[in-house]
C-alpha cells in the first residue's frame, strides 16, 4: 500500500513513472478525507492547491527530473507562513488570518517539489503537550483515540502515524516534535538551534523555538532535513554553517560510538519504560557501541528554567497581536486599551494568557532578576553540564516521555502537571541540542519513544544511530490497528 | 509564594489582556502554582555564573547593507487588517 512506503520507495517509483505524484496525493486525499475526521489533524486542508502542484512535479519528473522530495506529499504545522493559505497558529486570534508569504522551511520544501496536503492542527501559539488548547480542538492519537497525541505538533505526529501523509513539518520549543513523536510511535527530529530557518514561522521563544519533520523513518527525515537546513540572511539566527550530506553517512557502522547513559533520565524511570531502554541500549552495544554513565546534575532545573525563559519570550513575541494590523479584533471597542485588551482577551486561549501573564510577571520591575536572570544563569549550568557530557561521549540516551499517551481531559486542570510531560526533552532546547525520538517499543500497548540528543550541528550522527537502530529493530513500521490499509 | 487578586490584576494589564470577574480565581490559583513551582529556582547556587541569553555561543547580530532592498507591499500586507482606510490602520480614538 502507497502510504505505508517510506519516501524513498515513494521517490523511486515515481522516478520510474510507475505512479504519478498526482496519483499519489490523491491517495493521500482519500485517506484523509476517511480518516481524518476521526482524528482532527487538520485545520485547513489544501486539496485543489495539492493537485496542481501534483501536476507541477509531474510535469518536472516527465522532463527528467529527479529529487528524493520531487511530487511527494507533505503537511505543514499551521505556525509555518503560507503564502495565500490560511494560518492559525491552532488560535481564534488568527482564525482570519491569510499568510501573506511562504516561511522559508515551506519556500525550500515547495521549491523541492513537496506537495502540501493541508495545515496541521496544533497546541494554540506552540503552547502545549498534548495538543488540547487548540481554538480547533483537540487532536485524537490514533492509536487509542481517547488518547492525547502529544503536542503541541500533535496535528502532525497523528497525521504522520496514521498515514495520512508520508512527512509533516513540525516546531520544538520544549519537545514539541519529539515528545508527539514517541506517543504516537513516529520519528521526530529536532535539528539544532539556527540549522533551520525561523523566518515566517510564528514566534513563541525566539531563543528556544526550531522547525523539524516528523517520518516514519530516519532515512526520511534525513531527506527532509536536506532541504530544510541551510542558512537563511532573513533569520538573524540562522547559523551560516555547511550542511552535510545526511544521507550518505546515514548507514555508517556504529561501532566506537560512544553513547551517555543519562543518570538523571533513568533516575526514577517507570520500569516497563526502563526495560524498553534497556532492550535499545543491547541493540546499541549489540552494534558495536560502547555505553557509559554520564551526569548532568543541573538537569532537573531544565523544566523550571524553561517555564520561566520560555513564557518571558512568548509575552514579548505575542504583543504584536493587538488587534489593530492582523487577526482578532473585538466588537466595538470603546477605546484603545479596551481594543487591546479584549482583542488579546478573546482572541487568545486560558493556556496562552498564563503564559503571557508568567512572562509578564518574571520580566516585571522587582522581579527581573530573581526570575528572569536567575532562569538565564541555570540555563547556562544546564548547557555547560551537556557540553562537559559531550567530552566524554558523542550521543546521550534516554526515553523521550516520563508515560505513554494519557487520556484527553486527563492534565488539563493542572498546568505544572502537563509541563513535567517535557521533563526529559526540555534540556535539549535550552543548550540550542540537536534530538531524534525514534520508536522503541509499546507500554500498554501504546507506542513509547528513545531519544538520542547530540552537540551542536551533530544531526548527521544522530541520524546515523537512529538509522542503524531502526535497521535492527522493527518498531518504526508498526502502524496503528486500523490504518495500515 | 501565592499571588494575590490584585497582583493578577496589576500583570493582565500590563500584559493588555482583559480577564473576567469568572476566570479571575482560576487564573490566580494557577499562575501561583507556577510561580510556587519555578520557585525552585531561587534555592540554586548561580554565583559567578554569566546568564545566557542565547543557546549558542559566539553568536553575534548580523547586520546588512543599508540600501533599499524591498519592494512596498503595503496593500498585500493590510489585506489582514480589520480596519484600513487610505493605507492607514484605524483604531478608536487616541488623543483627545
Not at chain 1, 330 to 349: A, H, Q, T, V, W
Not at chain 2, 9 to 17: D, F, G, P, S
Request: aromatic share 8%; hydrophobic share 40%.
Amino acid at each position: 500500500m502507497l502510504h505505508n512506503l517510506f519516501i524513498g520507495e515513494l521517490a523511486d517509483r515515481l522516478g520510474k513513472r510507475e505512479i504519478s505524484s498526482v496519483e499519489l496525493t490523491r491517495h493521500f486525499l482519500g485517506r484523509i478525507e476517511r480518516l481524518n475526521p476521526a482524528l482532527n489533524a487538520f485545520i485547513t486542508l489544501t486539496a485543489d492547491q495539492a493537485l496542481s502542484s501534483a501536476a507541477a512535479a509531474d510535469a518536472r519528473l516527465g522532463s527528467g527530473e529527479r529529487g528524493p522530495l520531487l511530487g511527494i506529499p507533505l503537511i505543514h504545522k499551521d505556525i509555518f507562513c503560507t503564502d495565500g493559505v490560511k494560518t492559525t497558529c491552532g488560535s481564534r486570534m488568527l482564525d482570519n488570518f491569510i499568510a501573506p508569504y511562504d516561511a522559508t522551511v515551506v519556500a525550500r520544501l515547495k521549491g523541492a517539489g513537496t506537495v502540501m496536503l493541508g495545515k496541521s492542527n496544533m497546541d494554540e501559539f506552540a503552547m502545549g503537550s498534548s495538543n488540547e488548547t487548540s481554538y480547533y480542538g483537540p487532536v485524537k492519537n490514533p492509536w487509542d483515540t481517547a488518547k492525547v497525541p502529544g503536542g503541541s505538533s500533535g496535528g502532525s505526529a497523528a497525521a504522520t502515524a496514521a498515514r495520512l501523509t508520508p512527512l509533516a513539518t513540525g516546531t520544538d520549543t520544549g519537545g514539541s516534535i519529539r515528545q508527539p513523536a514517541a506517543l504516537t510511535g513516529v520519528t521526530g527530529l529536532k535539528p539544532t538551534y539556527g540549522r533551520v530557518s525561523r523566518y515566517g514561522m510564528i514566534a513563541f521563544a525566539s531563543s528556544l523555538d526550531q522547525a523539524g519533520v516528523f517520518a516514519r523513518s530516519a532515512g526520511d527525515a534525513a531527506a527532509a532535513l536536506q532541504v530544510m537546513a541551510g542558512f537563511d540572511p532573513r533569520d538573524s539566527t540562522s547559523v551560516d554553517v555547511p550542511v552535510p550530506d545526511y544521507s550518505q553517512t546515514l548507514g555508517r557502522p556504529l561501532k566506537g560510538m560512544k553513547i551517555g547513559l543519562l543518570r538523571e533520565f533513568f533516575e526514577g524511570l517507570e520500569p516497563r519504560n526502563a526495560a524498553l531502554l534497556e532492550d535499545a541500549l543491547n541493540i546499541y552495544t549489540g552494534l558495536g557501541c560502547e555505553t557509559r554513565e554520564v551526569s548532568l546534575p543541573h538537569l532537573p532545573l531544565s523544566v523550571p528554567t524553561y517555564y520561566v525563559v520560555a513564557p518571558a519570550e512568548c509575552s514579548s513575541n505575542l504583543s504584536r497581536f493587538d488587534g489593530v494590523r492582523y487577526g482578532y479584533r473585538c466588537e466595538n471597542p470603546k477605546d484603545l486599551m479596551d481594543l487591546y485588551k479584549r482583542s488579546r482577551g478573546e482572541g487568545f486561549g486560558a493556556e496562552v494568557k498564563r503564559r503571557i501573564m508568567t512572562g509578564t510577571y518574571v520580566l516585571s520591575a522587582g522581579y527581573f532578576d530573581a526570575y528572569y536572570l536567575k532562569a538565564q544563569k541555570a540555563r547556562r549550568l544546564i548547557t555547560d553540564d551537556f557540553r562537559a557530557a559531550f567530552e566524554q561521549v558523542d550521543l546521550v540516551i534516554g526515553p523521550t516521555t516520563p508515560t505513554p499517551a494519557f487520556d484527553i481531559g486527563a492534565k488539563m486542570n493542572d498546568p505544572v502537571l502537563m509541563y513535567l510531560n517535557d521533563i526529559y526533552t526540555i534540556g535539549a532546547n535550552l543548550a540550542g541540542l540537536p534530538g531524534v525520538s525514534v520508536p522503541c517499543g509499546f507500554v500498554d500497548r501504546l507506542p513509547m519513544g528513545l531519544q538520542l540528543i547530540g552537540p551542536h550541528f551533530a544531526e548527521a550522527k544522530l541520524l546515523n544511530a537512529a538509522h542503524q537502530y531502526q535497521q535492527a529493530t522493527d518498531w518504526h513500521t508498526h502502524a496503528p490497528p486500523g490504518y495500515e490499509s | 509564594m501565592s499571588l494575590t487578586r490584585q497582583d493578577v490584576e496589576k500583570i493582565a494589564h500590563l500584559a493588555r489582556l482583559s480577564i473576567t470577574a469568572q476566570e479571575m480565581p482560576v487564573y490566580v490559583s494557577s499562575l501561583s502554582s507556577i510561580v510556587d513551582f519555578v520557585d525552585e529556582l531561587s534555592r540554586t547556587d548561580t554565583e559567578g555564573v554569566l546568564p545566557m541569553a542565547h543557546p549558542l555561543d559566539g553568536q553575534h547580530q548580523r547586520l546588512r547593507a543599508d540600501v533599499v532592498s524591498e519592494s512596498d507591499t503595503r496593500e498585500k500586507y493590510q489585506l489582514n487588517a480589520p480596519a484600513v482606510t487610505a493605507g492607514l490602520y484605524v483604531v478608536p480614538r487616541v488623543i483627545e
